[in-house]
């Protein structure tokens, strides 16, 4: 069955620091793949996708995430984290034979001190 | 443009009482998803719209759950004789036709629902 991981359930990182947020899949084939971040009382905002081609992708709010197929993973890097980059974070798989749901992790929160 | 949007944005109810969440997709978005999320969890998947046929029921958890979408457009997620264990944050999602998990899904802010 396909299924996500986000090992880590939260992280502070300084402002201004470098972040790195982990997601680990298992699926059978070629993966679509996502990242969402949610702040309090919102909704879910994409930050990136990867379906295929270049395995470096950029996103919105200066994200990039790695898709490294011999490790089953896609982290999420930012060089230097803002405070209002502070919210919870989902990394998401789009299912096999589906008709496209989404099979997310747990959601690793973000916390960023001064 | 409009997002999603869902109503209410809260809804308190007795245990054993019905419920009806609204959403609204985006205009010309076919293909139409509802999650549920959990305190300290990821979203999971209840049922996807194709038009107006529900195309994917697989993940609404009992027969209490059952969801419409009449004209092909907003959806309403219906609940009966809720559980205090249905409280969670009900999320609509949208998105055009496209190839299989290739459909980039844009989501609403979500109803909370609290079974008191």
């Known amino acids: 069955a396909q299924s996500v991981t986000q090992p880590d359930i939260h992280i502070t990182v300084s402002e201004g620091a470098s972040l790195e947020l982990r997601c680990n899949y298992s699926?059978?084939?070629?993966?679509?793949l996502f990242w969402y971040v949610q702040s309090p009382g919102q909704g879910l905002q994409l930050l990136l996708k990867?379906?295929?081609?270049?395995?470096l992708v950029q996103g919105i709010k200066g994200f990039e995430a790695e898709f490294k197929r011999s490790q089953s993973s896609f982290n999420l890097r930012k060089p230097s984290v803002h405070w209002s980059d502070a919210a919870e974070y989902f990394c998401a798989v789009g299912a096999q034979g589906s008709q496209g749901n989404l099979i997310f992790g747990k959601g690793t929160n973000l916390s960023v001190k001064p | 443009g409009a997002g999603v949007s869902q109503t209410p944005s809260n809804k308190v109810t007795e245990k054993g009482k019905y419920v009806e969440l609204r959403c609204d997709p985006i205009?010309?978005?076919?293909?139409l998803y509802w999650y549920r999320q959990s305190l300290g969890q990821g979203p999971e998947f209840l049922i996807y719209?194709?038009?107006?046929?529900?195309?994917?029921d697989s993940g609404l958890p009992n027969d209490r759950f059952f969801a419409v979408r009449p004209e092909g457009s907003v959806s309403t997620l219906k609940i009966q004789r809720t559980e205090r264990g249905d409280s969670a944050v009900y999320l609509c999602?949208?998105?055009?036709?496209?190839?299989?998990?290739?459909?980039?899904?844009?989501f609403g802010p979500g109803t909370r629902l609290l079974v008191l």
């Open positions: 719209f194709q038009g107006t046929g529900a195309a994917d």
């Open positions: 699926y059978g084939a070629t993966p679509y």
């Open positions: 999602a949208s998105s055009l036709l496209g190839t299989s998990g290739r459909k980039t899904q844009y």
């Open positions: 205009s010309g978005h076919t293909a």
């Open positions: 990867y379906f295929s081609g270049d395995t």
